[in-house]
């Protein structure tokens, strides 16, 4: 795919992305609901807090513990909320596709989808869940076909998002 192809789907897909996933509103706490602290991830997203998904860059993903372990941690409206800001932002950065695809797929080498994942998974309303679908054709039809992107990409297409 050329970079103007990408370019021209990457701004359609933002907009989706935009019109899929509410800006209000913004989640107050972000423990699972046994309430276990995990103090890193406590650390890592105070500064998500009180921020509107629209306002949190990929230097915010990136300065951070992995987007799994926040995932992991916190409760699945939190990171529902916040994990279309990193799919904007690597739409802007292909070069962090990784982190999404963190963000988005189960946990484990062969990303089985266990309990945790399910749960997040079946968090998402339809039209965010086929942003998400658009998002992860995007990055497998962009990268490299053995590359770990379009393979965590192929995985999420292959019935963990639709």
Do not use: C
């Amino acid at each position: 795919m050329d970079s103007n192809e990408y370019t021209r789907r990457a701004a359609k897909l933002q907009s989706a992305i935009r019109a899929a996933f509410a800006v209000v509103p913004i989640p107050s706490d972000h423990r699972r609901d046994d309430g276990t602290p995990n103090y890193e991830v406590d650390d890592d997203v105070q500064k998500f807090f009180g921020r509107m998904w629209t306002e949190i860059s990929l230097d915010h993903w990136i300065r951070s513990i992995s987007p799994s372990a926040i995932r992991r941690e916190s409760n699945s409206d939190f990171f529902k909320y916040y994990s279309s800001s990193l799919l904007v932002a690597v739409l802007q950065d292909s070069d962090y596709s990784y982190l999404a695809l963190d963000a988005l797929l189960p946990d484990n080498p062969k990303y089985e989808p266990r309990s945790e994942w399910k749960e997040f998974r079946t968090s998402f309303a339809v039209q965010q869940a086929e942003a998400i679908v658009s998002f992860l054709e995007l990055i497998k039809e962009s990268s490299a076909p053995d590359s770990a992107e379009w393979h965590g990409a192929d995985a999420g297409l292959g019935g963990l998002w639709n």
